[in-house]
């Protein structure tokens, strides 16, 4: 479809407007005005397709009011049809094209329930702002609200992504790894272009990468007979602007960590993967199971909207295969208990001969709160033992047994757990403890599963059946595996 409009873009902010593929990611530095050229390809087609629908998703109401809606009015205002939109506010802004009705929608992503009220209506087009700030779990189920009944409508999912946040891993994951798989430095070739605001030379693939490739859902899903899927994937800095004075953006960023800089400023998607377990990869099998065991044992981090539960299996020498998980976002220990309790039997265990252990601690800085906490899971059924253990400590002992091949994971059936390690940073002041970032609940995010691996690794080791004897010889191979592994933690040497 023809589009003019009246100022000049960048070169992906025309591969956006021109794009015929079914998902459609764009991974870049804040500033690159991603999410300009959404609104302004939605309102391009709003224009000339009567009936046309179209839905955005944010993280959170606040963002879609103070972000995106100023945002549209801007493009209204620079393309001079502002008389002919009409913008309703509430839970769920809508701009609609008066002439031909035509309509984009505004919803929040903040939990599935947010999601799964949009359901059932047409969207051809779903554009998602920032998603690698939406919880994992929600932000695949909005890929199942886009459906198309016209054949010159097909449905498009567009991903407007920044480096970093709790799904960024899954991002990558998902459609820039097997995007370099096809080619390294992308296999959309560009002429140069020349920035307008400074005149520099921006370069593809130096300054930016383009693909187009189809991807197997089913290698995604795990599900066999799904046809293959068109994917484009733009990775770039912020020199794709032709109206952002980047420049004085840089300098002003300059104070940033290294890492924030390249996140903000080049877009590097590898910013955090693997930053804190490098070698989490090797850590990973398929098809695990929970037998044979000694024993199996559950960690739950029992967040303040956010419950993360890890299974893992232990035989008789103590190597653990994580075989299965559970995230509950915003439900009560009334419904997790049950939960909990079925998926046992799922796994043909019963619920009292598994071992649950958390840290209600974690999540509240008063005692009787977090007592009360594991009295409400004690009282339904689930006897829960609470983990006290070194935070640092903790995390080393994962890394050692991770990969000395004692500990697996299951990449199948563990994914959230998967993307919390990954996603996981070091500490600037402590490369040995991690660094938390706000999450999409306004507090701290983003490690609830890899935190209720820490305990369920943490109390089956050192506080299991067996005596101050086996603790010590655990100990003794840990050391023995790095003398300076338990350095600076409650289990260094003289410590216990």
């Not at 992308?186 to 593809?204: E, F, Q």
Request: charged share 25%.
């Amino acid at each position: 479809m023809p589009r003019q409009v009246q100022f000049q873009l960048g070169p992906a902010q025309c591969v956006l407007l021109q794009t015929k593929a079914q998902i459609f990611l764009w991974e870049s530095a804040r500033g690159a005005a991603k999410s300009f050229a959404g609104l302004l390809d939605d309102h391009e087609i709003c224009v000339n397709v009567p009936n046309s629908r179209s839905i955005w998703y944010r993280r959170n109401l606040s963002e879609i009011n103070t972000t995106l809606l100023p945002g549209f009015e801007k493009v209204l205002a620079i393309m001079g049809t502002e008389k002919s939109w009409t913008i309703t506010h509430g839970n769920t802004p809508t701009a609609t094209y008066k002439p031909n009705g035509s309509r984009i929608v505004f919803n929040a992503a903040e939990t599935v329930e947010h999601v799964g009220r949009t359901q059932g209506s047409n969207f051809p087009r779903i554009r998602i702002d920032e998603p690698q700030n939406i919880q994992t779990e929600v932000l695949t189920r909005i890929f199942a609200v886009g459906r198309s009944t016209t054949t010159d409508a097909p449905t498009q999912i567009f991903l407007l992504a920044n480096p970093g946040g709790i799904s960024h891993a899954w991002l990558r994951r998902s459609f820039i790894v097997p995007a370099r798989a096809v080619s390294a430095d992308g296999n959309v070739p560009h002429p140069d272009w020349i920035n307008p605001v400074y005149g520099d030379v921006v370069r593809c693939p130096d300054d930016w990468r383009h693909w187009k490739y189809d991807l197997d859902i089913g290698e995604i899903t795990g599900t066999k007979g799904l046809p293959p899927v068109s994917v484009e994937v733009i990775v770039s800095g912020v020199t794709q602007n032709p109206a952002l004075r980047y420049k004085e953006y840089q300098a002003g960023l300059s104070f940033l960590s290294p890492m924030m800089r390249r996140a903000w400023i080049q877009g590097d998607p590898d910013v955090e993967i693997g930053q804190f377990f490098p070698e989490v990869a090797s850590w990973l099998g398929e098809n695990l199971s929970n037998e044979p065991l000694d024993r199996v044992v559950v960690g739950i981090d029992p967040g303040m909207r956010k419950t993360a539960v890890v299974w893992g299996a232990y035989d008789i020498d103590q190597q653990c295969d994580v075989f299965d998980e559970q995230f509950f976002l915003e439900r009560s220990v009334d419904y997790i208990v049950p939960e909990l309790e079925a998926r046992a039997v799922v796994h043909g265990l019963e619920p009292k001969s598994v071992v649950w252990v958390m840290d209600p601690a974690g999540e509240s800085r008063n005692p009787i709160d977090a007592r009360r906490l594991t009295d409400e899971y004690r009282l339904r059924g689930i006897p829960v033992v609470t983990a006290r253990e070194d935070k640092k400590g903790g995390w080393q002992i994962i890394r050692a047994r991770g990969n000395s091949g004692k500990l697996r994971i299951d990449q199948r059936k563990c994914p959230i757990l998967f993307n919390s390690l990954v996603s996981l940073q070091s500490k600037d002041t402590d490369p040995d403890d991690v660094r938390k970032d706000p999450g999409s609940d306004g507090g701290q995010d983003g490690d609830h599963s890899a935190d209720a691996l820490r305990y369920l690794e943490t109390f089956a080791l050192f506080h299991g059946s067996r005596g101050k004897t086996e603790e010590q010889k655990l100990i003794e191979r840990l050391r023995a595996i790095d003398p300076n592994l338990l350095r600076g933690t409650a289990y260094e040497e003289g410590a216990i």
